[in-house]
């Protein structure tokens, strides 16, 4: 039974500071690629950022050189390191897993089969 579990959302003015955390549980493998996906009302669900288990990272082109995505094997943890802050940036956030797989060469909603239930972040101008 594997369960991911965001926290850290939250409200922010624009220009500033956010960090999301994903706690993996019931996890039967160190292996697969991990995500944050990320849904604004009237949109549909998009790939912000994708780790290995090796650490490699993939970031989509709307946040890359703002937000970084990381994660600690030990504590089973994921996090998104949101800075420099849009308005855009407001969405409701998911943490995914694709299991036994490794990460593509794009961010695919397709490709995984686990996610949380999600965390609101609201950027406000």
């Known amino acids: 039974q594997v369960q991911l579990v965001e926290s850290g959302g939250g409200s922010v003015q624009a220009g500033g500071s956010l960090r999301l955390s994903c706690v993996r549980s019931?996890?039967?493998?160190?292996?697969?690629?991990m995500a944050w996906f990320r849904q604004a009302p009237g949109k549909e669900r998009e790939g912000v950022a994708s780790i290995n288990v090796d650490g490699s990272t993939n970031h989509a082109d709307s946040v890359k050189g703002r937000f970084t995505i990381s994660k600690d094997n030990a504590k089973n943890t994921m996090y998104l390191q949101m800075n420099s802050a849009k308005p855009e940036d407001t969405a409701i956030y998911y943490c995914?897993?694709?299991?036994?797989?490794?990460?593509?060469?794009?961010?695919?909603?397709?490709?995984?089969?686990?996610w949380g239930q999600g965390a609101q972040v609201t950027v406000s101008s």
């Open positions: 995914a897993a694709r299991y036994f797989r490794a990460c593509g060469a794009s961010i695919r909603e397709g490709d995984f089969r686990a």
């Open positions: 019931g996890f039967t493998s160190s292996s697969g690629c």
